[in-house]
């Protein structure tokens, strides 16, 4: 069975730090693109980073560019969303999601490429 499992939500004050981690088991890591989105309370959910198989291509949505960053380790079949400077308005459940790509070096934007879906991980910061 595929499974990823995304950790290290919690609770932060604005101006924060947090490290989520993305770890799967029953894939080649290194053949997936990995993508993190989140769902805000009322809101669609949206994509906010992605990082291609071989990890030398990411994308950061402009809502956190410059303040979030994606990495990947796959001998540890692990992606990181290192969140720096936490705002309110980035409170929500973050997901991780892993796209087969058959293309060394690309990621997908589009949610529905993505076959493989963790259970998510709350991040809350309080202002």
């Known amino acids: 069975d595929v499974q990823l499992q995304a950790y290290g939500g919690g609770l932060v004050q604005a101006g924060g730090s947090l490290t989520l981690s993305c770890v799967a088991s029953?894939?080649?890591?290194?053949?997936?693109?990995i993508g993190w989105f989140r769902q805000a309370p009322g809101k669609e959910r949206e994509g906010v980073s992605y990082i291609s198989d071989n990890g030398l291509s990411t994308y950061h949505s402009d809502s956190v560019k410059g303040r979030f960053t994606i990495s990947r380790d796959n001998a540890a079949n692990t992606v990181y969303l290192q969140m720096d400077s936490l705002k309110p308005e980035d409170t929500a459940v973050y997901y991780c999601a892993a796209d087969r790509t058959y293309t060394s070096g690309v990621y997908s934007r589009k949610q529905y490429d993505y076959n493989y879906w963790g259970q998510g991980t709350l991040v809350t910061v309080s202002s």
């Open positions: 029953g894939i080649i890591y290194g053949d997936y693109a």
